[in-house]
């Protein structure tokens, strides 16, 4: 079973940063993705950011140049530094894993996600 913790959430001011973490445990395929997703009240779950194992990352035009995904493979932990944070950056943020893999000849994927950690920026 894979497991997925995120923390660091928090309340922040206009123009503050926080760095959030995804934990993950259980039986992993080392090639793999993870992203991070937000959810804000009365609006669809939305892709923030993704980043392959080999480290290659992908944002949303809404947070590209404040926000930076990375990863440490050794800890299977992903992160979410967030600077410049705005008013409408307030959400749950989750994060998934994710893989797929053959099954004789056919390819499946798995994905898993974390529970949600809530970021509010208000002053």
């Known amino acids: 079973q894979v497991r997925l913790v995120e923390s660091g959430g928090g309340l922040v001011q206009p123009g503050g940063s926080l760095r959030l973490s995804c934990a993950a445990s259980?039986?992993?395929?080392?090639?793999?993705?993870m992203d991070w997703y937000r959810q804000a009240p009365g609006k669809q779950r939305e892709l923030v950011a993704t980043?392959?194992?080999?480290?290659?990352?992908n944002y949303a035009d809404s947070v590209k140049g404040r926000f930076t995904i990375s990863r440490d493979n050794a800890k299977n932990t992903m992160y979410l530094q967030m600077n410049s944070l705005k008013p409408e950056d307030t959400a749950v943020y989750y994060c998934?894993?994710?893989?797929?893999?053959?099954?004789?000849?056919?390819?499946?994927?798995?994905?898993?996600w974390g529970q949600g950690t809530q970021v509010t920026v208000a002053s």
């Open positions: 998934k894993i994710r893989w797929s893999y053959y099954a004789g000849s056919s390819m499946r994927s798995n994905e898993y």
């Open positions: 259980g039986v992993l395929q080392s090639s793999n993705s």
């Open positions: 980043i392959t194992s080999g480290g290659s990352s």
